[in-house]
């Protein structure tokens, strides 16, 4: 009967997919979640009522809690706002601070999905370099007086300072200040996406970039679908409490009630049981050993002249092929060999990129990362004897 | 520790609220949907995963032999995409099929909250104008001329023809086949709003709109916030392939997978159970007998200038006041009164229904409901008394 897919994962068989930056099935919590169900709906039929359209106070509470804990400093409820997943909260965020043709600045490279909600609203996205140390200052600062040059300011500027999607950098403290202070001085609105903050496998990461200025000018989203379930489609955002109660104010909140209303009393449920520090724990366990089985591999099987950083922390490595190579055209060679990863042009707004490839480390078993490392260094040299000779 | 509220829903003490067309809290299938989570849970960590776009297949399957009982004629599982329910599938809609500027027509009087997330997309609004047997098509006819005459084509007409909230009107089929003809006459896509079609009380309402046409024109939204539980925030619309294609491929759901995953999965167990037909037979019973109490209360307390109609399904009844009588002004004496409803002006897109204004029956218990309706008789003579007699 049911001949669509129920998940968004597709598997080939014979392919070591290095593709999916999704959480590994197997340490998805189905037992603390059920048990966290369970709970939520004995409590009452609130679960099951519209919600409240800043989100469930109950999950607010604990989530004012998490985040202080994070942070190591105050985070009061009015500057919580519950969302379904961080691509939800972005989509809501462009409908409500910007108007298609508008203009944003977007560190390059970027999480390339993201880019797609951004061109679904209209918007005219100006890439800004990023360096193996992430976001450059210097090309801030350059992009924001350009624009002003011409009239123009732009709406917000999207980056994920923290073990970001593709590279895995985390920005160090100190361009944190700087690209703080230069958006606070532009006026430009920074939709930090943090979704990898809590999956740090060497060092804690510094703190979120509204740590370093007035705070009015962040709008930092996180994310339950990489520490908890990505089915769930729960977010949040924190920011000033003015972007929260537009948030709430908005239609189709008014409409429909809280996003995700009945994951959320499921998440509060596994945070009020005490669930969520020690499962992030295993998944930081987890991922670390993954992380390091990958660099391993790729350290024995990949030639001499590709590179690549190790990552402190997320779901992704960041490989750069040798001279010359396109990993767009090497894609096909690279499945012929049995293993796919996704090109780095896809997550250039601005073009470039086209020499690197993104390999996602969350979602394969250790013994399948070293195979797919073993076979991505056959398909380089196979490219390589393909190649014609320099002239 | 949690200081704002958990649900939506917001009574005030010695207050009758017919303003909220909520589900009743008592009439939440709280056990039937944690058994079916509970299986859903059992078959493995799919419905945690990064669900498919379009939503899961299981979900599509039970929802497609769903409405082909409804509908008496096959339904594919390619026509149908699962929602975060119907407010978030106009949103999503909204993005797709408009910009900011847009032109859309809206059945008048409509549901306020639509109304809110249309004009939060920035469309010009025009109101069609409905009667006492629904939207008229001489109305409808006459928008799109003159709208085609200053060269500007509407993006879609929305209504609300089967039970529409606020009128509880249901369209009869000769007019549902003329609104259809002239749509696809005028190339205007429908979003029909279909949300109250399985609460009938008295005799199944006739076919959707789209089974008076080609239906390619035609987009219906459904819901499980009226038939199951609105915290699962979920929906699904039926429409031609190109739409539901259109839909999968946008930005936000490339990123984030399909819609209310989780309770995607709740809900296709729930189905699977066999709970779903039980279930809505015994909502169609409880709210039968409140719209019953509800009109039988209004005919013994109300005086004999007001009026309004029986409704056949859903859970609202509209009320028009007194000759010269204005709701909105009405609203603090009738509150003082200790009963309150929704003024009718505020689901007027152009102005009018003043002298009317909405009660839900779905809500509160039949004893309050008669309290309710004598107090307002005692709140509209009040009114009447402190009125200047007329010149």
């Not at 190591?72 to 500057?79: H, K, M, S």
């Not at 350059?142 to 073990?163: H, M």
């Not at 001499?304 to 950083?309: I, K, R």
Request: charged fraction near 15%.
């Amino acid at each position: 009967m049911s001949a669509l897919p129920d998940i968004q994962l597709a598997l080939r068989p014979g392919i070591v997919e290095f593709g999916w930056g999704h959480p590994a099935a197997e340490l998805l919590p189905v037992d603390g979640l059920a048990a966290a169900t369970a709970a939520a709906l004995a409590a009452g039929p609130n679960a099951l009522a519209y919600g409240a359209e800043q989100g469930p106070g109950r999950l607010i509470a604990a989530l004012a809690a998490w985040l202080e804990r994070q942070e190591g400093q105050p985070v009061t409820a009015e500057r919580i706002f519950v969302t379904a997943g961080v691509s939800s909260g972005l989509d809501l965020l462009c409908g409500l601070l910007t108007r298609p043709g508008d203009t944003a600045l977007v560190e390059a490279p970027a999480y390339h999905l993201a880019l797609r909600i951004f061109q679904d609203c209209g918007l005219e996205l100006i890439p800004v370099a990023a360096d193996a140390a992430g976001l450059r200052p210097d090309a801030l600062g350059q992009a924001l007086e350009t624009l002003q040059a011409s009239g123009r300011s732009p709406r917000f500027l999207y980056t994920t300072p923290t073990f970001g999607n593709p590279t895995g950098i985390c920005l160090a403290a100190e361009r944190r200040a700087a690209i703080v202070a230069l958006t606070e001085a532009a006026n430009c609105v920074v939709l930090e996406d943090d979704v990898y903050r809590s999956l740090w496998y060497d060092a804690p990461p510094p703190p979120p970039l509204a740590a370093y200025g007035r705070t009015e000018g962040v709008i930092r989203l996180g994310s339950f679908s990489k520490i908890l379930a990505p089915g769930l489609r729960l977010g949040w955002l924190s920011a000033s409490p003015e972007i929260v109660q537009r948030c709430v104010l908005s239609g189709v909140l008014d409409s429909g009630g809280g996003q995700s209303h009945f994951a959320a009393h499921v998440a509060a449920a596994f945070m009020a049981q005490g669930r969520l520090e020690a499962h992030v724990a295993q998944l930081r366990a987890a991922y670390q050993a993954r992380r390091d089985t990958l660099l391993a591999a790729l350290a024995y099987y990949l030639p001499g002249d590709c590179a690549w950083l190790a990552p402190g922390g997320g779901f992704f490595v960041w490989v750069r092929l040798p001279e010359g190579m396109d990993s767009a055209a090497f894609l096909p060679l690279a499945e012929a060999h049995g293993v796919s990863f996704v090109p780095g042009a896809r997550f250039a707004p601005g073009g470039g990129c086209s020499d690197y490839f993104r390999l996602a480390f969350s979602l394969l078993a250790p013994a399948e990362m070293a195979l797919g490392a073993e076979r991505l260094g056959r398909a380089i040299n196979a490219a390589r004897v393909r190649r014609p000779p320099a002239a």
